[in-house]
Nanobody
Framework: QVQLVESGGGLVQAGASLRLSCAAS????????MGWFRQAPGKEREFIAA????????KYSDSVNGRFTISKDDAAETVYLEMNALEPEDTSVYYC????????????????????WGQGTQVTVSS
C-alpha cells in the first residue's frame, strides 16, 4: 500500500526539541524527493523543508531555517524533521509529502510538486 505515516508530534515547551518521522511504503522511496509542510487552524498550508531524492540538497523556509533539519534514511524508507528551539508559532499539524516526479533534478518546494501526503501529526508548543 502506497502511504506515508507521520509520528513524533506532541506537546512541548518553548525552546524544546522534537523529531518527527515519516515512514513511507509502497513505492521506491530512494527515487523521490520528500518534503514537510505544516498547517495551522485558519491558515494556508506552509512549506517547511524538502530534501532532494539523492539527499544531496535541502531547502528550508525562512521561518525554520537554522532551527529545523530534514534528513532521509533510504534503508529505513523514512524521512525525518529535527526541530530545535521550538516556538509557540511552530504550533501546527505537520505533514510529510512525496514528490510527484521521480528523480527530479531540483529540490521541490511548492505544494503542487507533491502528490502523496501523510495524515499529519500535531505539534503544540506552549510558551
Amino acid at each position: 500500500q502506497v502511504q506515508l505515516v507521520e509520528s513524533g508530534g506532541g506537546l512541548v515547551q518553548a525552546g524544546a526539541s522534537l523529531r518527527l518521522s515519516c515512514a513511507a511504503s509502497g513505492f521506491p522511496f530512494s527515487q523521490f524527493a520528500m518534503g514537510w509542510f505544516r498547517q495551522a487552524p485558519g491558515k494556508e498550508r506552509e512549506f517547511i523543508a524538502a530534501i532532494k531524492w539523492g539527499g544531496d540538497s535541502t531547502k528550508y523556509s525562512d521561518s525554520v531555517n537554522g532551527r529545523f533539519t530534514i534528513s532521509k534514511d533510504d534503508a529505513a524508507e523514512t524521512v525525518y524533521l529535527e526541530m530545535n528551539a521550538l516556538e509557540p508559532e511552530d504550533t501546527s499539524v505537520y505533514y510529510c509529502a512525496r514528490d510527484r516526479q521521480r528523480r527530479r533534478s531540483e529540490t521541490p518546494t511548492r505544494s503542487r510538486d507533491f502528490n502523496l501526503w501523510g495524515q499529519g501529526t500535531q505539534v503544540t508548543v506552549s510558551s
